[in-house]
Nanobody, 118 residues
Framework: QVQLVESGGGLVQPGGSLRLYCAASGFTFSTYVMMWYRQAPGKERELVAGIRSTGGSTRYADSVKGRFTISRDNAKNTVYLQMNLLKPEDTAVYYC???????????WGQGTQVTVSS
């Protein structure tokens, strides 16, 4: 049974930090590209950050470059999103996504809420 379980979300003041976690099970985590997406109320889901299976290459949305860092630990089957200098516009549900090599081979987590507000 495939599972992606996000955690670490919550309420934080502007300028603060949060670290999101996504624990994976039920598939060969080390062979999957991992991504973080987010979806704010009334908006489409957008890609925030991605990391290759080996962790050697990452990519970020322009809106989070320099503030967010994606990383992974293949020994722990976990991907992380360190979020610094948070802004109110970062408020959204954050989702973990695993993408395999075959077409249609992907999984989603249930999401974790991040709210940035004073």
């Amino acid at each position: 049974q495939v599972q992606l379980v996000e955690s670490g979300g919550g309420l934080v003041q502007p300028g603060g930090s949060l670290r999101l976690y996504c624990a994976a099970s039920g598939f060969t985590f080390s062979t999957y590209v991992m991504m973080w997406y987010r979806q704010a109320p009334g908006k489409e889901r957008e890609l925030v950050a991605g990391i290759r299976s080996t962790g050697g290459s990452t990519r970020y949305a322009d809106s989070v470059k320099g503030r967010f860092t994606i990383s992974r630990d293949n020994a722990k089957n976990t991907v992380y999103l360190q979020m610094n200098l948070l802004k109110p516009e970062d408020t959204a549900v954050y989702y973990c996504n695993a993408v395999g090599r075959e077409a249609g081979d992907y999984y989603w987590g249930q999401g974790t809420q991040v709210t940035v507000s004073s």
